[in-house]
Nanobody
Framework: QVQLVESGGGLVQAGGSLRLSCAAS????????MGWFRQAPGREREFIAA????????TYADSVKGRFTISRDNAKNTVYLQMNSLKPEDTAVYYC??????????????????WGQGTQVTVSS
């Protein structure tokens, strides 16, 4: 199995940028496709972005397309989420997740097998 630890969250003004990182340990990182999800207060967790094990295929939720970029560095066992043009509605706890179906980009929670503890992102207006 794999252990995931997110970092990089914080408080930022609207229009600003943050880069989240998710460091993996345990089983070989390239064995997994990776995803980012978020959960705002009072709302269900939602899909943000996903990337295959090689980094060649990605997919995004419509709400973040063109603003967020998912990438990974298998040599560093890390997946990133670059977030630009942040909006107050992006405020949430952000989670990274790993899927053993490493060849596909998947957006459902149940398709991801391992989860990090989350990192808070707060965007002020």
């Amino acid at each position: 199995q794999v252990q995931l630890v997110e970092s990089g969250g914080g408080l930022v003004q609207a229009g600003g940028s943050l880069r989240l990182s998710c460091a993996a340990s345990g089983r070989t990182f390239s064995s997994y496709a990776m995803g980012w999800f978020r959960q705002a207060p009072g709302r269900e967790r939602e899909f943000i972005a996903a990337v295959t094990w090689s980094g060649k295929s990605t997919t995004y939720a419509d709400s973040v397309k063109g603003r967020f970029t998912i990438s990974r560095d298998n040599a560093k066992n890390t997946v990133y989420l670059q977030m630009n043009s942040l909006k107050p509605e992006d405020t949430a706890v952000y989670y990274c997740a790993a899927s053993i179906d490493r060849w596909r980009v998947v957006s459902s929670e149940r398709s991801h097998d391992y989860w990090g503890q989350g990192t808070q992102v707060t965007v002020s207006s």
